[in-house]
């Protein structure tokens, strides 16, 4: 059997670790943007491709004649890769273009729960027009609280927060303009309070099994401060929900991604087949969506795919064939902590780039994932200028988990940083203070 994994980083070390590990023993055949020399240790073969150019992309699937192909990021799922690769008859897991709207356009998402009656959204505009009235109007109303999210792929930079990003009324049109300006429309939103969590599904149109729910740190600096990043760290539980989730709560949100999936399939007359990641906030009046995504996470992939104990290649033909079923997957009742070393500059400044740093050897209860790493001519490890490596602690309790991964992430020689707080009890007190403080109010 090949494989054909379209990837990047450490998401893409995580899926290739996981199809590795089954017994079918696939020969993996990798194509990224830049070597990922974790990625390369597991693979057949190693293309460096720009996963966006698409010719290219098909020239090596037609050589390699695949059984069926993995696309882990956002942007060639978004512009139609999976169509591209069904056109010469090979078969992947992740949704086509039209299905993959769910991540790439937000206002198209917000238009799908409202057709189908899926109450889980906050107030929200969905503008095509370059109308500053009625921009000013909406975010007007929302008192100070408001979201501006530019309405295509953006690399995870496009959404922009009051009180964060912008910080008046004014700020919130000037955004709303450059997002028309640039990609032709723009959604506003009512800002929502509360506390947030992932949930990601396999999906086979009706067919939809969970995952453990991972919450995500996406600010640079430990307390939860500075700039956002594409995520400092992330952490599950062993009972795979969160010490501050209620068991209703979770299965909403676990029933909203079967509704969604259900509603994409109505939409469009086929199923959507690949992975489904449910970015949710808990409030006061329950669990609401903030954004859909079409693909795992990076890191949420590095907290799942290590607690994987049945066959992952069966789980991606049981999706392809829609015969998906909850017996198919199984995780272990671990927690697991990421914490990501990145350089000290990240996000902002480059410095770093290009200079040596070293890795410890993880035990059997640790998983070290990397990312945006080049190699020397000695083999020696470099960094770039993103995250570098996702260190992964698997315990029977959170805080055995967060103290494996402290103290890989302690060994690590080099110009980098990490957020030590990720996964400690302070810090999990305080997401559970906020909770009870917001269903109290």
Partial sequence: MKILLLSLAARGHAIADALSRSPQSADIISLVPARN??????????????????DSVLDIAKYVQPDFAFVAPDDPIGAGIVDALESIG????????????????????????????????????????????????????QKGNYVVKYDALKGGK?????????????????????????????????KLIG???????????????????????KRAFAGDTGPNTGGMGTWSDRDHSLPFIASSDLARAKELNRLTAAALQKEFGEPFKGILYGGFI???????????????????????????ESDFITICQGILAGDLSEDMVAFSKKATVCKYITPEGYPENKDQRGQPFSLPTPGSNARIYLGDVSEGNDGQLLLGGSRTAGI??????ITEAEHIAEELCKQVK??????????????????IDLMKSIRNA
């Fill in 37 to 54: 020399a974790g990625i390369a240790s597991l693979a057949s073969e190693q293309h460096i491709v720009d996963l966006m150019d698409f």
């Fill in 90 to 141: 090979i078969q992947s897991v992740a949704p086509k273009k039209q299905l993959a709207q769910i991540e790439s356009s937000k206002g198209f998402t917000r238009d799908l729960l409202a057709k189908y009656s899926i109450d889980a959204s906050p107030a929200y505009a969905y503008i095509t027009e370059k109308n500053e009235s009625l921009i000013r109007d909406f975010i007007d109303k």
């Fill in 158 to 190: 496009g959404v922009k927060v009051s009180g964060e990003h912008l910080d008046s009324i004014d700020d919130g049109v000037t955004y709303a303009l450059e997002c028309i300006e640039e990609c032709g429309r723009v959604v506003l939103e009512e």
């Fill in 195 to 217: 506390v947030e969590f992932s949930l990601i599904s396999f999906v086979s149109g009706a067919h939809v099994v969970d995952t453990p729910a991972i919450q995500d740190h």
């Fill in 282 to 308: 808990l409030t006061k009046k329950g669990v609401q969506l903030i954004e859909y995504n079409a693909r795992f996470g990076d890191p949420e992939a590095l907290n799942i795919l290590p607690l994987l």
């Fill in 392 to 397: 992964v602690g698997i315990g029977d309790t």
């Fill in 414 to 431: 080099g110009p980098v940083r990490y957020r030590s707080d990720i996964g400690t009890q302070d810090l999990i007190n305080k997401r």
